[in-house]
């Protein structure tokens, strides 16, 4: 049964940028695509991007293009977002899930990134 | 980008009666491969979302058979037979037919 084990919380201060990591175990790691989904404070789930470790090409939500960069390392089972001028309004805990035909299955623990001056 | 709705935002239900929430999308979620591609999930208190539906109607394994889903096209509801203490959360609708995958607001369901 696949886990995705996401890396702690994290503190940044504006105009930074924040490397998730979301380390898989115990299944196929290169098949499946992996995508990250972030929820603000209070609010719902927002897609940002995915990708496919065996092609290794993200595709990212507009609203996030140029600014988020979603990569993988298929030697350690482990893909990793990264999001750059971080802003106030990117307070949110940050999920990275696998795609199964259509369903994010499983997802990981979640991490939350707090942007504060 | 295909928009996700949901009604009512919020539910307050008596332990034992049942619950039903709607979904709805701004286009088809029918793919040309005869799968609708809409989703459940459940987001209980301080926990990842999990997966309760796949394409419509599929249970996913080891979802208490109280939930069922139905629906075709756009339109799509999720039911509670009868809700129990541990169904509180936020219940989420998505669509992963389409890039940018979207998820509708979410409906928050409590107990009375």
Same mark, same amino acid.
């Given at each position: 049964?696949?886990? /995705? ?6 503190v940044?201060?504006?105009?930074s940028? !924040?490397?998730?990591? @979301? ?5 196929? &790691? ?6 990250? !989904?972030?929820?603000?404070p ?12 065996? &092609? ?7 609203? &996030?293009?140029?600014r988020?960069?979603?990569t993988t390392?298929?030697?350690? $089972? ?8 971080l ?8 999920? @990275?899930?696998? /795609? !199964?035909v259509?369903? &994010?299955l ?9 942007? $504060?001056? | ?11 307050s239900?008596?332990?034992?009666q ?5 979904c ?5 979620? #029918? ?5 609708t591609y #809409? ?5 209980k ?8 539906i796949?394409e419509?109607?599929? +249970?996913?394994?080891? *979802?208490?058979? +109280? ?14 037979? +009868?809700?129990?203490?541990?169904? *509180? %959360?936020v219940?989420?609708?998505?669509q992963s ?6 998820? %509708? ?5 409590d107990?009375?």
């Open positions: 049964q696949v886990q /995705l084990v996401q890396s702690g919380a994290e940044k201060k504006p105009g940028s !924040v490397k998730v990591s @979301c380390k898989a175990s115990g299944g196929t &790691f290169s098949s499946y695509a992996i995508s990250w !989904v972030r929820q603000a209070g609010q719902g789930l927002e897609w940002m991007g995915g990708i496919i470790p065996i &092609f290794g090409t993200a595709n990212y939500a507009q609203k &996030f293009q140029g988020v960069t979603i390392d298929e030697s350690t $089972s482990t893909a990793y977002m990264e999001l750059s001028s802003r106030s309004e990117d307070t949110a805990v940050y999920y @990275c899930a696998r /795609l !199964v259509g369903a &994010f499983p997802w990981g623990q979640g991490t939350l990134v707090t942007v $504060s001056s | 980008d295909i928009v996700m709705t949901q009604t009512p935002l919020s539910l239900v008596t332990p034992g049942p619950a039903s929430i709607s709805k999308s701004s286009q088809s979620l #029918l793919h040309s491969d005869g799968k #809409l989703y459940w999930y459940l987001q208190p301080g926990q990842s979302p999990q997966l309760l796949y419509v109607s599929n +249970r996913f394994s080891g *979802v208490p058979d +109280r939930f069922s889903g139905s629906g075709s096209g756009t339109d799509f509801t999720l039911k509670i037979s +009868r809700v129990e203490a541990e169904d *509180v %959360g219940y989420y609708c998505m037919i389409q890039l940018p995958f979207t998820f %509708g607001p979410g409906t928050k369901v107990i009375k």
